[in-house]
């Protein structure tokens, strides 16, 4: 449901409006709104700004903050997730809340001089072992060389490095070394990655200068040592690259170890530093969307209507008799903000009203009926006793492992409740694993999807497309009601007629089809005409009104209609989890070696338990967003953001 909002008005002396806003900020309670400076208040209110101190101070918080913002960038993610949930955090809140901005930023900045001082040699170490690693399957390819041979003092070794497809410089080298030397070089070659070549040449030191000159020529790419190991003898270079590469690696272990000891002493300070800054922040940023006279101040927003006492007696304890609350009319507030308040099962599928955005203040929340609805029509798709066993085990083991996730434990209870739905409908089709639960005794509680029988197979897909198009008439009428009932109450009587009428319009189509059809007994014939008499009165009554809307009901009621047409895709979407299991079965049959059979069954019944997952999810919150709340949802809703201070619960 939609929390009832009420506008608030807090009018006090000047001289305790700083007090006031820190009150105001620890009780998080308050949406504040910028006071509209029009008419006659314009005359009397004025803005308040910040003095030269708060804005020096401002300034410095501001600075203080992209220090605390670049020194908690470089904390790993797990060791910062630790420490938001860690009672050291809590303790450094309470040392740094309130302190001042001069003996916050000393601290930080001498904390950010450390992290600083880790990010920079672990760079270093990581530039370093990148262009070793780089050196590391060379040296790998070319070891049987040189360990099989003594590379002799008197030779300057250069290693190259051949790209894929390069052919003519391979054949070029040796030719030209075969000119530049004399015939005296060493030519070592092995094969690396991606078809590449690398090679360990042997030159007299004389002929160094004209051999590279040609390197550079022919466009074969020379091995930069280290610059560390570049003056050395290639031969020692190379017996000591993968020495010196594990050797970092170690120290690198070492530096990590030792940044993380450090995170995970000072990061509760950074943190609770952090907090503290943006909760002034948050002070100074609020201070132009109050307004005060000569002598006093004023401020206005929303509160939660039941949270309006507690909002008083938090100021008469904090402040003072002489600063009152009182809940007014809007006065050029706008409309209320948006607070979703509803129990802990429903609570959880909020989060897939993420994808629209919040219902407007005085509307309906449609969460309780995307509770009600949305899994029951999973469990009417996917409908297997044995894959609603196997996602309610996912969701238990969810739900113990979201002990300290939020979102893991709301994903946990959305899942669960689709499992219980998926077994419920699996008893009443006969269904597990496929057809493998009436191989094992197991029978339909109504009757099953499809069945193998030629002369049952028609009646059984006819029988489930029926409860999946009674689903979409029960649905579609129920969200044509609520928008009845929300444009009533809105004072919107023309979308209300229309919205009568097309129920009319629609309990008029299904009694006569279901009679023509047989579906329905006799009785409906007499409902059918007294809903199209209806219909048309209405129709009628809402020409004489608005001739243009009059003339496009029966349209709307046709459109309405094929809505109610798109909830076949229930029973498509569950006939093919039918087939593929049905496959499975045909395949064990099929298959000689039992192992394999078995192993082939699994892979299907896989495939089939993952598209019965996505394929349910996608389109059963298709039909809910498209299908059902388009005929009462109303968006456009401003979320309920309180005023109130970063980390507070620590206090």
Known sequence: ????????????????????????????????????????????????????ADFAEKEACEELARVLDESLASVPPLILKRLRASRALAEQFRRWDGSPVSAMSATARALHARVRSFVRRERNMAEDMALLSAYEEVVEALAPWVESRDLSGDFEFLGVIFEAGNRLARTMLEGELAALTSGNYRYYPAGISRGRTAALIGIPRQSGARVRAFLA?????EMLLPGYARDKPFAEVFAGLSHDLE???????????????????????????????SNLLARFDSLSKFARTSYTFVMRGWVATAEVPHLSALLQHSVGPAVVARAVRGRGLGSPPVLLDNPPPVRSFEPLLSFLSLPRYGTIDPTVFLTLFFPFMFGLMLGDVGYGAILMAGAAVMFILGRTSRALRTLSVVLGFCAVFTMVFGFVFGEMFGPLGHDWGLRPLWRERLAMGEGDMSKAILGYLFIAVAVGILQVLLGVALGVFTSAKRGHGSE????????????TLVFLVGRVLGFLPPVFTALGIAALAAFIAVIAWQAVRNPAHGLLLPIEVLSTFGNILSYARIMAIGLASVV?????????????????????????????????????????????????????YQSGGRKFSPFRKIGGELA
């Open 1 to 52: 449901m939609i929390t009832p909002m009420s506008s608030v008005e807090i009018v006090g002396p000047l001289p305790l409006f700083e007090r006031s806003v820190q009150a105001i900020q620890e009780g998080g309670l308050l949406h504040v709104e910028e006071i509209p400076l029009t008419g006659k208040e314009a005359e009397i209110l004025h803005r308040i700004h910040l003095s030269e």
């Open 217 to 221: 020529r022919a466009g074969i790419a």
């Open 247 to 277: 050797a970092l690696r170690i120290r690198m272990r070492d530096l990590r170890g030792q940044a993380d000891s450090f995170y995970e002493q000072q990061g509760p300070a950074l943190l609770a530093m952090q907090y503290a800054c």
């Open 496 to 507: 209300a007629w229309g919205g009568t009428a097309r129920i009319l319009g629609i309990l």
């Open 580 to 632: 593929l299991g049905l496959l499975a079965k045909m395949f064990f049959g099929l298959i000689s070696n039992v192992a394999f059979g078995l192993i082939v069954v699994v892979l299907i019944n896989a495939l089939n338990l993952a598209l019965g997952v996505i394929d349910p999810t996608i389109q059963g919150l298709r039909l809910q967003y498209v299908e059902f709340f388009s005929k009462f």
